[in-house]
RNA sequence: GCGCCAGUAGCUCAGCAGGAUAGAGCAACGGUCUUCUAAACCGUAGGUCAGAGGUUCGAAUCCUCUCUGGCGUACCA
C-alpha cells in the first residue's frame, strides 16, 4: 500500500515540483475514519509555500491519477491531512502474494551478498549459563535470524577466554574440592567458585584418576576437565534453546598467531601506545577521549582491550561487512575503547554495531533474585527451560525493548495460562490450524478469485496488517529492536482472534467461504514465518 | 562529580522514523460457547505520559534543566 502511494506522490511531483525532493511520511492513522493511510506533506509545505496547508492538499490531490480500482477515496482533513482510503480489492491481494510466497513472504533481498557476524554470549566457562545470560542469548540469535531475514549471511559466535584470572580460580577452586574428594581436610574458601558443579567435576577427576593428581598444577588437569565438562554443558543449554553457534572464537589463538603483538606493534608505530609505571598505554586522549587507559599490566598481562581488538580485527579480515556484539550494559563505557583502537588502526568503525541491553531483575515469589556465578547463587538456564520450555524463555526475553530494564517474572511464566503472553501467539496458529483440518473434512478449498468479498472490518484490518509484515522485518533488523516483531505478531494475533469472533466459514455462501480460507491460510503463514523469526514453534495444536 | 539506560493505567510494558481523541496484557467489574479450539471475543472502569522550561501549526516522541531508579566511571572482563 505503501509502495502505490510513493509512487503516487511522485508521479505528481511532475505536476507540482515542490513534491520533488521532499521526504513523504506516510502514516497508518490511529482512527479509523481517517482512511487506512496517511500523509502529512501539506502541512510540511505551508513554511515553504507560505499558503494554508488545506489548500495545498487539495492542489496536490487533484494533481493526482487515481486509479479507481486501486483508491475508493482520498480526503482533506484536519489542519491538512490528505487521508487515503484504499479499496477491499486492493487490500485484499496481499492474500494472493502471501499464499505464493509461503515461508518466504517477509524476506527481503536488500542486503544479499552481505555478510554479517553475529558476537553473542561470549561468557567464559566458569559454570552453567544462567538465567543473567539468556536475555544476551536470545537477543543474539534472534538479531541474527532478523538478519537473516533482510538477506544477510549471518555467522553465530561465541569468544571465550580460557586464560585469565576467572579461570585460573576455577581450576584452583576444582583442585580444593578433589583435595576434599580424596579425603583432605581443608576448608573451602569462600571467594572460590561455590557451585555443586564444581564438586561434580572433582568427583569425575577422582573417579578417573584415584589421588594422582595430588601435586597437579590447578592450571593442568583441573582447569581442563572444568572447561570441557563445562563448555559441553553450555553448547547443550545453548541446544536447548535451539541456538546453534556456528565458531567458538578462543582468545588464546590471538596470541598464539601473533596478533596480539602485531597489534601492540602498529599501535607503537602510530604513536599511539607508551611504557609508563611499568605498564603499556593506549593513547586514548590522542584519539579524542577523556584518558588513556593501560592495555599490558605491569605484570605483563594484557587488559581486555588489547585482544577485544585483536579480535575485531580478525572479523574485518574474515570478510564481514556488518559486525554485531551484544553486551550487557555494564560494558558501555569499554567498547569505545575498542573501537577508537579499530578506527586508529584503519578500520571503518562503522561497520560494527553494539547492541546494549539492560539487566534483567529475575523475579521469583515476587522476590528479587541476587545472582552471582561465583557464589552459587543463580537460576540456571536449564532449570528455567526445564521448567517453562524454550518457547517461553525466548519469549520473554524477546518481548522488551532491549533498551529497557526487564522483569522476568519466574511465576508468571510457568503459568500455563492466559496469563502468558506467548501462548497467545500460538493459539491464534493452532486455532488456525484446526480449523484448516475442519474445511479439509468437509472438502472446502480456498480460492483467490473472489478475495473483493472480503469486505467486514475484521477481514479487511487483518489484511491491511498483513501488508505491513514485511516492513516490520525490514524495520525491526535495521534498527536491531527485535521485540517489534513480537508486538506486530500479537497484534496480527488479535486481529486474526477478532475476525474469527466475526466471519464463519463453514455455513458461508461458498465464494466468499473460500476467501476467508484463503485470508486464514496467509494469517497462518504470517504467524509461523514471524514465530521462526522470534525462534519459536508454531504448534498445530495446544 | 562525569557518562549510558530508563521513568507512560493498580502491576508488566508497547507507542518515541514529531501528527488528529495516548494503547495492550494482567489484575477488577459485567456480558458471550446446543454451530470452525472460551488459552478466545465484547463491554465498563482506570492517565498531570516523573516534574519544569523550550523548539514547532502540532510533543509521550526532539532540546535543556531538576528529581528518582539501574549500570558504569580499574594495571577485572
Not at 175 to 204: H, M, N, S, T, W
Not at 292 to 315: C, F, N, Q
Not at 336 to 359: H, I, S
Request: net charge negative; hydrophobic share 40%; glycine share 6%.
Amino acid at each position: 500500500m505503501k509502495k502505490y502511494l510513493s509512487g503516487l506522490f511522485a508521479s505528481a511531483g511532475k505536476k507540482l515540483p515542490y513534491l520533488n525532493g521532499i521526504e513523504i511520511n506516510i502514516d497508518v492513522p490511529k482512527i479509523e475514519s481517517h482512511g487506512d493511510l496517511s500523509v502529512n506533506v501539506a502541512m510540511l509545505l505551508t513554511k515553504v509555500l507560505k499558503k494554508n496547508p488545506r489548500e495545498i492538499a487539495l492542489e496536490i490531490i487533484e494533481s493526482f491519477e487515481i486509479d479507481e480500482d486501486i483508491i475508493e477515496k482520498v480526503e482533506v482533513a484536519g489542519p491538512g491531512f490528505i487521508n487515503f482510503t484504499f479499496t477491499s480489492q486492493f487490500v485484499s491481494k496481499i492474500i494472493s502474494e502471501i499464499i505464493n510466497k509461503v515461508d518466504r513472504f517477509g524476506q527481503s533481498d536488500k542486503y544479499s551478498g552481505k555478510r554479517a557476524i553475529v558476537e553473542f554470549v561470549s561468557a567464559n566457562p566458569t559454570g552453567p549459563l544462567t538465567v543473567g545470560h539468556g536475555r544476551n542469548a536470545v537477543i543474539g540469535d534472534t538479531v541474527s535470524n532478523m538478519l537473516e531475514w533482510i538477506g544477510y549471511e549471518v555467522d553465530r559466535e561465541f569468544y571465550f577466554n580460557d586464560a585469565g584470572r576467572q579461570m585460573r580460580m576455577l581450576g584452583d577452586s576444582v583442585k580444593q574440592r578433589y583435595l576434599q574428594a580424596v579425603g583432605d581436610e581443608i576448608e573451602f574458601p569462600e571467594d572460590y567458585y561455590q557451585g555443586q558443579y564444581i564438586v561434580e567435576i572433582a568427583q569425575c577427576l577422582k573417579d578417573e584418576f584415584g589421588d594422582s593428581l595430588r601435586e597437579e598444577d590447578p592450571e593442568g588437569e583441573f582447569k581442563a576437565k572444568a572447561q570441557d565438562v563445562i563448555f559441553t554443558d553450555i553448547k547443550q543449554t545453548l541446544n536447548n534453546i535451539k541456538i546453534n553457534m556456528k565458531n567458538f572464537y578462543n582468545e588464546k589463538s590471538l596470541y598464539d598467531d601473533g596478533r596480539i603483538d602485531d597489534v601492540i606493534a602498529k599501535l607503537k608505530e602510530k604513536k599511539l601506545a607508551y611504557e609508563s609505571e611499568g605498564a603499556t598505554w593506549f593513547k586514548l586522549t590522542e584519539l579524542g577521549m577523556d584518558q588513556d587507559k593501560v592495555i599490558i599490566k605491569s605484570s605483563g598481562e594484557p587488559t581486555y582491550r588489547l585482544p577485544d581488538i585483536a579480535y575485531h580485527i580478525t572479523k574485518y579480515e574474515r570478510g564481514y561487512d556488518l559486525l554485531v556484539d551484544v553486551f550487557g550494559s555494564d560494558h558501555h563505557a569499554t567498547y569505545p575503547d575498542v573501537l577508537a583502537g579499530l578506527q586508529a588502526l584503519g578500520f571503518d568503525k562503522e561497520r560494527v554495531k553494539v547492541l546494549l541491553y539492560q539487566f534483567v531483575t529475575i523475579l521469583k515469589d515476587g522476590e528479587v533474585v541476587k545472582m552471582s556465578t561465583r557464589k552459587a547463587n543463580y537460576i540456571t538456564m536449564d532449570e528455567l527451560v526445564d521448567e517453562v520450555g524454550s518457547d517461553v524463555v525466548r519469549y520473554f526475553f524477546i518481548m522488551r525493548n532491549m533498551s529497557s530494564h526487564l522483569n522476568f517474572d519466574i511465576d508468571l511464566a510457568k503459568k500455563q495460562s492466559d496469563e502468558n503472553p506467548v501462548f497467545y501467539l500460538q493459539y491464534a496458529h493452532a486455532r488456525i490450524c484446526s480449523m484448516l483440518n475442519l474445511t479439509k473434512d468437509e472438502s472446502m478449498e480456498y480460492s483467490l478469485d473472489h478475495l473483493e468479498l472480503l469486505v467486514a472490518p475484521s477481514e479487511k484490518n487483518l489484511c491491511k496488517k498483513l501488508h505491513k509484515f514485511e516492513e516490520e522485518v525490514l524495520f525491526s533488523a535495521e534498527n536491531f529492536e527485535p521485540h517489534r516483531i513480537a508486538n506486530y505478531l500479537e497484534e496480527i494475533a488479535a486481529l486474526f482472534h477478532r475476525f474469527y469472533a466475526e466471519c464463519r466459514i463453514i455455513g458461508t455462501e461458498k465464494s466468499l467461504a473460500e476467501a476467508r480460507i484463503a485470508l486464514v491460510i496467509a494469517t497462518r503463514i504470517v504467524i509461523k514465518n514471524g514465530l521462526s523469526i522470534l525462534g519459536l514453534s508454531a504448534p498445530e495444536r495446544m
